[in-house]
């Protein structure tokens, strides 16, 4: 039953995800054992009723009270217990606690960012404890996304110029993927993210730590810190680091280069480039590109750019 279960519906993570999952095996049961039903009293009357002789005459009937009754109440009952209890999950599913965590979520074309209480932000990863309910404030800056986790069982739009919410309660540290389910452009199909659900006493740490201002961790060298914020910061859904073609340049052997740009001028790609690409994306565009980017200002701080540059110098 257990692998039944996993095989139609990705692991349900959260109690309203049971709830939800109750309600669909009881709409899919029922059904079934309603159409195998009628198809056996299909296949009882074709062979009862058929035409034995050509003097067969069809018998006159005008009604029949139980028979009517019996399939008007029985659906009537099914139809009242199945929007009883859509009813009470919906509710469940829209009302977050009163003592929900509340982080706020930005959507833009293509990634996701998420700001914390405390100051922390981040992209690509939401953070949260386990088994507490969090509740989501989101907007986008663009156009309407959509915040859908498969494992939590909840999708919700994000539109730009307004706030719409969301909420869940993750028993069990561990990952989830997000996916964006609205079409959104180009790179829909990449605007993922992660919840990242940790123990509370280890959620508390990371808050800590990720708050104020960001500087390098002593163990990493500038260019491998680099590496990991394009991570964390979704560069690489739209600049791969192998030559292959994106929604913007690949930063492969990128870093000395010259661009044409689409005013016609060229520029060579330094760090000061690079720092504005970043902080400005739509100041310089490379020829045969969008201006598509979204700006990284109040996100990355001068170290970290710093980092990301030494990153794609090591490109080749
Ligand atoms: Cu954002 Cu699709």
């Given at each position: ?178 996916f964006c389910t609205e079409y959104c452009g180009t790179d829909h199909s990449n605007m993922m993210a992660k919840v990242i659900v940790h123990e509370p006493e280890e959620f508390a740490k990371w808050i800590e730590e990720n708050s ?85 200002q109040g996100q990355l701080n001068d170290e970290q750019i710093s980092a990301i540059v030494e990153y794609i110098k090591t490109l080749k």
């Amino acid at each position: 039953m257990e692998a039944l279960r996993n095989y139609f519906l990705p692991p349900a993570k959260t109690a309203i995800a049971e709830q939800y999952d109750a309600l669909f095996w009881f709409v899919h049961i029922s059904s079934l054992v309603l159409t195998i039903a009628i198809v056996i009293a299909i296949i009882y009357f074709i062979i009862k009723y058929r035409r034995k002789s050509e003097n067969d005459v069809t018998p006159v009937i005008t009604h029949n009270n139980k028979l009517e009754v019996t399939w008007s109440v029985i659906p009537l009952i099914l139809c009242l217990v199945l929007f009883g209890w859509g009813f009470q999950t919906y509710v469940d599913m829209s009302t977050a606690p009163d003592d929900a965590y509340e982080v706020n979520v930005t959507a833009q074309k293509w990634l996701w960012r998420f700001q914390y209480k405390s100051g922390a932000s981040t992209t690509g990863e939401l953070h949260v404890p386990a088994g507490r309910p969090v509740k989501l404030i989101m907007s986008s800056q663009d156009v309407i996304h959509s915040f859908f986790v498969p494992d939590f069982r909840i999708k919700q739009d994000v539109v730009p110029g307004r706030y719409t919410q969301v909420w869940f309660n993750a028993r069990e540290p561990g990952e989830s993927i997000v996916f964006c389910t609205e079409y959104c452009g180009t790179d829909h199909s990449n605007m993922m993210a992660k919840v990242i659900v940790h123990e509370p006493e280890e959620f508390a740490k990371w808050i800590e730590e990720n708050s104020g201002s960001a500087t390098k961790p002593t163990d990493l060298a500038p260019a491998e810190w680099g590496e990991q914020l394009v991570q964390q910061n979704a560069c690489d859904t739209c600049h791969s680091v192998d030559g292959s073609q994106l929604t913007g340049p690949t930063w492969q052997g990128k870093f000395g280069s010259q661009e044409q740009l689409t005013d016609g001028s060229s520029v060579t790609v330094d760090e000061n480039y690079i720092r504005e690409s970043i902080l400005e994306p739509g100041a310089n565009i490379v020829q045969g590109y969008q201006n598509v980017m979204p700006s990284y200002q109040g996100q990355l701080n001068d170290e970290q750019i710093s980092a990301i540059v030494e990153y794609i110098k090591t490109l080749k």
